[in-house]
Nanobody, 125 residues
Framework: QVQLVESGGGLVQAGGSLRLSCAAS????????MGWFRQAPGKERQFLAR????????YYADSVKGRFTISRDNAKNTVYLQMNSLKPEDTAVYYC??????????????????WGQGTQVTVSS
């Protein structure tokens, strides 16, 4: 069992930046690849980024490539999402998720085993 808790969301103006954190507890954090997703009202949960267990490899959705950066610190059991050049359409609840498989391009929400409760990000125009 892995428990995930996101933090760092909030209200930011368009063009601004936020860094989300996701703290993990329970089983060995480094045994899991980690992903970030978001869900806007009335929309499906959307894959954003994934990072391998040792942090050496990352994969991004085209919609955030070049603006968002996923990273992790296994010593702190934490994964991050740095978000730059934010747009109003980035407004959503952001979730982190854990998955024990090695393959990098796992983008379906149903393929992830553990989820956090989400943190709200609101980007004003």
């Amino acid at each position: 069992q892995v428990q995930l808790v996101e933090s760092g969301g909030g209200l930011v103006q368009a063009g601004g930046s936020l860094r989300l954190s996701c703290a993990a507890s329970g089983r060995t954090f480094s045994s899991y690849a980690m992903g970030w997703f978001r869900q806007a009202p009335g929309k499906e949960r959307q894959f954003l980024a994934r990072i391998s267990r040792n942090g050496g490899n990352t994969y991004y959705a085209d919609s955030v490539k070049g603006r968002f950066t996923i990273s992790r610190d296994n010593a702190k059991n934490t994964v991050y999402l740095q978000m730059n050049s934010l747009k109003p359409e980035d407004t959503a609840v952001y979730y982190c998720a854990a998955d024990s498989r090695y393959y990098l391009r796992i983008i379906r929400p149903q393929d992830y085993e553990y989820w956090g409760q989400g943190t709200q990000v609101t980007v004003s125009s």
